[in-house]
């Protein structure tokens, strides 16, 4: 399984900027992708998740609303849509790919597979 993050940069507060996340593997080892971000001297903090049946997708609670996680199969990317910007939400941006699970999406050990990480940098 290997997990290629992109699409990061340096945006002005109130902008928008689109992530993605190119999966390769098995559908079953990557049944589940999750965001999570991570700043200088601060623990790794998810974001969101969701599975390949869409049947699950969850959001950390302050962010539901401006970031939007999406699975495209076909194209076996996910993408993570981030509007509204904020200073606060500079930082580095992974994805991660977990099996088939049933608990502990927010929780980093769920994750057994991880991709290299992009920088997004929100000006003033």
């Known amino acids: 399984v290997q997990l290629q993050a992109s699409g990061g940069g340096v945006v002005q507060a109130g902008g928008s900027l689109r992530l993605s996340c190119k999966i390769s593997?098995?559908?079953?080892?990557?049944?589940?992708i999750g965001w999570f971000r991570q700043t200088p001297g601060r623990e790794r903090e998810f974001v969101t998740a969701?599975?390949?049946?869409?049947?699950?997708?969850i959001y950390k609670d302050s962010l539901e609303g401006r970031f939007s996680i999406s699975l495209h199969n076909g194209e076996k990317t996910s993408y993570l849509q981030m509007n509204e910007l904020l200073l606060t939400d500079t930082a580095i941006y992974y994805c991660?790919?977990?099996?088939?699970?049933?608990?502990?999406?927010?929780?980093?050990?769920?994750?057994?597979?991880w991709g290299q990480g992009t920088q997004v940098t929100v000006s003033s």
């Open positions: 593997g098995r559908a079953v080892s990557t049944w589940t």
């Open positions: 969701t599975t390949r049946s869409g049947t699950k997708t």
């Open positions: 991660a790919a977990a099996g088939m699970i049933e608990e502990g999406f927010q929780s980093q050990t769920s994750y057994a597979f």
